[in-house]
């Protein structure tokens, strides 16, 4: 199994575990579990294996009489709120047969309990099954406890997401100075580079390893011997472990197909995942649509449209949303695969005619019109369908995707993104020309509450075109991450950015404190679920934190000796623009004049690689370069945009490497997951069942 098509089916044979024991059981599966099923074949999935009914993983769930056994698929260790939960629905329910599946393996529940030796057969799986006996009453019923990495979704031919680990994020140097805090002075790290993964806190070590061991399974199942690379300090970290895990050595000593694999920091690049220049239609409906509840990557389309149910303020939870998710081979599944990897107006282009093909195929009275793609006229197809069950269930793939193309051409935030898009490329041109903290002041006159001062008659809505504070904060992103390409300041220049700073603190802490409903970001950088709890104190800390954060990621690639700019000045005939990190990377990975390039760092498995690693030092020993396999896995650890996906499509086909590239990730991002994921408190202290 050594092509990329091939590779993208992995992720399914891993459910087959699952599948095979779900025969006349009722499911129970997590949020993390569910959406990495979700686009491998969802719920239908576990039904067609024979399931009786899949039920939410929680404490207020239970079996009747009638329903004596269960399967539980989680994605965390079997401690904590994960045994709470377990044991509380089968003491609600009458079971005398469990499954309990976990993604997390054994040796990492050893890790966990703090044993360090390596120890025959599954003990703790092995108590776990006892424990389950006890709670459904009677030490003979049947209880099974096992390891099944169910972490991947194949959400394209082109990307594998690794949905569990979604809140996974690089190393920040806010970080560092947490980790030095509880070490002896004379132990603490100089750097981020500095750290290894035992180092870090023990929830961390623990998303790490259970990463690592989910992708040594993927790679045994293709039958791949890799060569690890990494670009950044986590993924350093990573493929290191990967590189030094005993049963990836074992494998590799036999595996038949060749690999590599660059491990990239999502930190390297944050321009590029803040910004709105990626002219991608999936990008859009990421950030317009609300995303499917316990879902990081899918987003709800409203069904409204293909009923005849009225639309009033209660409608929406009257029909079930639809989705983005296309798991079978389908017109849909190359539909979604295509507005992926395409331009905003090329993917607009194949949804009008994905929805006309079907129509004239199911022989409805289509009136055909080109010209400009617009909401109405993708609407009008879509009702078309209303008419005949049959044509609607043929094409219910296509129908949900024309649904969400119109839903977000038609979203009032749109506006906001263009303003956003333009504001960005004033900044870029600005950074060429002058200092930073002239740049920055340009976002000073931005920074004012929601409709403007007289708030009595506009309340907090927000004009279509005006940016609230969540886009203020991915202005500030994008900014503090091009720092460094800025002009050099005078003398004092660091005491005004200090000066700056605190009136930008000052307006980013009204603009928050005036909003009257609290989005998911503010509630997450705040710490407060109402704006009624949300204090000016509380909010001018929060702010103030946010930008001690901001500080460091000018520095993200100081460390580099060559890819150290994401930045092209302007030349009096070109404009200044974004060079992005992804295309570097894969110029100098398959560019063949290009030499070894120094900041992609070939990370030692064994003894082999480490006596070619001396042995160069004074000798002519070729190292591995991720060029020389005929497949090469991109892992970027933070997350990949869609318009990554479309870079790395078109740098391929370029550059026309011999090599096939597969994208590997964490999740599937939108801007509005940047802020997020940098100022959450529970970066280095991930959820992992504890």
């Known amino acids: 199994m050594s092509t990329a098509d091939d590779f993208t089916q992995l992720p399914l044979l891993m459910w087959e575990k699952v ?8 499911v129970f599966m997590d949020d993390r ?13 576990l039904l067609q294996a024979g399931a009786r009914n899949v039920k939410q993983f929680s404490s207020f769930e239970a079996c009747g009489e009638n329903e004596p056994k269960a399967v539980f ?73 096992m390891h099944s990495p169910v972490v991947f979704a194949p959400v394209s031919q082109q990307l ?71 670009v950044g ?18 494998r590799r000593k036999t595996a038949p197909n060749k690999a590599s694999i660059i491990f990239i920091d999502r930190t390297m690049d944050l321009t590029g995942a803040v910004g709105h220049h990626g002219d991608n239609l999936v990008e859009k409906m990421l950030t317009m649509l609300d995303p499917l509840p316990g879902h990081v990557t899918d987003v709800q389309v409203d069904m409204l ?50 929805l006309v093909e079907a129509a004239t195929k199911e022989k409805l009275p289509i009136k055909m019109s080109m010209g400009r793609v617009t909401p109405d006229q993708l609407c009008s197809y879509v009702k078309l369908f209303r008419s005949s069950w049959e044509a609607l269930e043929s094409h219910c793939g296509v129908l949900q995707l024309g649904l969400a193309t119109a839903q977000t051409l038609r979203h009032p935030r749109v506006a906001r993104w263009d303003s956003c898009l333009a504001f960005e ?39 279509q075109d005006e940016c609230g504070p969540e886009e203020l904060i991915l202005l500030l992103i994008y900014l ?119 900041d992609i760092e070939h990370m030692s498995g064994g003894l082999t690689d480490l006596l070619k690693t001396g042995f160069s030092m004074f000798m002519k020993v070729s190292r591995p370069r991720p060029r020389d396999n005929p497949l090469l896995f991109l892992f970027l650890v933070g997350g990949v945009t869609p318009s990554e996906l479309r870079l790395v499509k078109d740098a391929v086909a370029a550059l026309k490497p011999r090599t096939q590239v597969l994208v590997l990730s964490t999740r599937l991002l939108r801007p509005a997951d940047i802020p997020e994921l940098l100022f959450s408190t529970q970066r280095l202290r991930p959820d992992v069942g504890f």
């Open 19 to 26: 599948f095979a024991k779900v025969k006349k059981a009722v």
């Open 33 to 45: 579990s569910a959406e990495a099923l979700h686009w491998s074949g969802g719920a239908a999935a």
């Open 73 to 145: 698929v989680v994605s965390t260790l079997l401690k904590g709120r994960t045994v709470d939960i377990i044991k509380d629905i089968i003491s609600l329910s009458h079971f005398q047969y469990c499954v309990v599946f976990t993604a997390v393996p054994h040796s990492v529940h050893l890790f966990a309990n703090n044993v360090s030796t390596e120890m025959e057969g599954f003990p703790v799986f092995e108590q776990f099954e006892e424990k389950l006996c006890e709670w459904m009453g009677n030490m003979n019923y049947t209880a099974e406890v």
């Open 160 to 230: 594998i997401v690794a949905s569990p680990f979604a809140h996974l994020f690089p190393l920040l140097p806010a970080d560092l100075e947490s980790i030095n805090a509880k070490r002896p002075e004379k132990k603490r790290f100089g750097t981020l580079n500095d750290l290894d993964g035992h180092s870090l806190p023990v929830e961390l070590q623990i998303e790490i390893k259970s990463l690592v061991s989910a992708l040594n399974t993927l790679f045994e199942a293709a039958g791949i011997r890799e060569d690890s690379f990494a």
């Open 233 to 250: 300090p986590m993924s350093r970290i990573i493929a290191g472990e990967l590189a030094n895990h005993n049963q990836a050595k074992n």
């Open 305 to 354: 449209e293909l009923t005849s149910v009225q639309r009033t303020p209660h409608s929406q939870n009257t029909v079930a949303p639809g989705c983005l998710a296309q798991t079978q081979p389908s017109s849909a599944r190359l539909l979604w695969e295509s507005m992926l990897t395409s331009k905003h107006k090329e993917a607009l282009m194949e949804v009008r005619r994905h």
């Open 425 to 463: 490329r004033l900044l870029l041109q600005a950074l060429g020309d002058s200092d930073f903290p002239t740049v920055l002041r340009q976002l000073l006159p931005l920074m004012k509450p929601r409709g403007g001062e007289d708030r009595s008659s506009s309340g907090s809505r927000l004009g």
């Open 480 to 598: 503090y991450t091009l720092a460094e390409e800025a002009q050099h300041s005078a003398d004092g220049g660091e005491e005004e950015l200090a000066k700056l700073e605190r009136e930008l603190i000052g307006a980013l802490t009204l603009v928050i404190t005036r909003e009257t409903e609290l989005s998911p970001l503010l509630q997450s950088l705040t710490g407060c679920a109402t704006a009624e709890e949300l204090t000016t104190e509380r909010a001018h800390s929060a702010v103030g934190k946010m930008f001690e954060t901001l500080r460091g990621l000018s520095h993200m690639r100081d460390r580099l000796k060559q890819l150290r700019s994401v930045y092209t000045a302007s030349d009096g005939v070109h404009q200044a623009s974004y060079r992005p990190f992804l295309r570097q990377i894969l110029e100098e990975v398959f560019h063949p004049d290009r030499p070894e390039c120094p």
